[in-house]
């Protein structure tokens, strides 16, 4: 897992500022978490996708975005709530989810949003 600023999230999964269609900018999907340090659902799904991320190393990338440091990244996006995700397949349009998900609904997600088995 990786925590990104607005300028590593521009090269690493969408440049926002350039670009008005979506286009990605990963070798692989990924998931990015919307959260913050004060967020009790958000630390509860931390080591959730911490084991993910090691689980489907190579295959997924999981990155953290601070809603508190990164602002306007998280405006950019809508973030209205914490957690969201941000589930983000190598084609076709990323998909959000807001709330503490569960494994077995990130996993579900992973197969069937992202295709990776």
Request: one cysteine or more.
């Amino acid at each position: 897992m990786q925590n990104l600023d607005a300028e590593a999230f521009k090269t690493k999964v969408f440049d926002f500022e350039t670009h008005k269609e979506w286009k990605f900018a990963g070798d692989k999907p990924c998931i990015v978490d919307f959260y913050a340090d004060w967020c009790g659902p958000c630390r509860m799904v931390a080591p959730v996708l911490e084991e993910l991320s090691k689980k489907y190393a190579g295959k997924v990338d999981v990155y953290k975005v601070n809603t508190d440091e990164q602002q306007a990244l998280a405006a950019a996006f809508g973030i209205q709530s914490i957690p969201s995700m941000l589930f983000i397949p190598m084609t076709g349009k990323p998909q959000m989810a807001q709330g503490a998900l569960p494994k077995e609904t990130l996993e579900k997600v992973i197969g069937e949003v992202l295709s990776v088995k």
